[in-house]
Nanobody
Framework: QVQLVESGGGSVQAGRSLRLSCVNSGLRRSGYCMAWFRQAPGKEREGVASINADGTTSYANSVKGRFTISRDDVKNTLYLQMNSLKPEDTAMYYC???????????????????WGQGTQVTVSS
């Protein structure tokens, strides 16, 4: 069983920072891809950042240079450090992990993955 719980969201002004956390209280996912997605009202869920089991990372172009994904497999926790936040970053942020793969495929994750319940991030101008 995999149980993902996100935290760290909130309301901030543009230019500020937030750090999201995702704790997995179930089976360890150290050998699997983990990722952050987000969904704004009226928009499709989109990938933000992902980290493979070997620690290599990928980012959406819209967040490159501002967001950093990391994982602590001892603590069973995934993080997303978000700096220089913009109003367009406003969304519900979800943690996800591949069911079967150490390597991240955002398309595959959208089709079938373990998901958390989300944490809201609101950025005002």
């Amino acid at each position: 069983q995999v149980q993902l719980v996100e935290s760290g969201g909130g309301s901030v002004q543009a230019g500020r920072s937030l750090r999201l956390s995702c704790v997995n209280s179930g089976l360890r996912r150290s050998g699997y891809c983990m990722a952050w997605f987000r969904q704004a009202p009226g928009k499709e869920r989109e990938g933000v950042a992902s980290i493979n089991a070997d620690g290599t990372t990928s980012y959406a172009n819209s967040v490159k240079g501002r967001f950093t994904i990391s994982r602590d497999d001892v603590k069973n926790t995934l993080y997303l450090q978000m700096n220089s936040l913009k109003p367009e970053d406003t969304a519900m942020y979800y943690c996800a992990t591949e069911r079967y793969s150490a390597w991240c495929s955002w398309t595959a994750i959208l089709r079938d993955a373990y998901w958390g319940q989300g944490t809201q991030v609101t950025v005002s101008s």
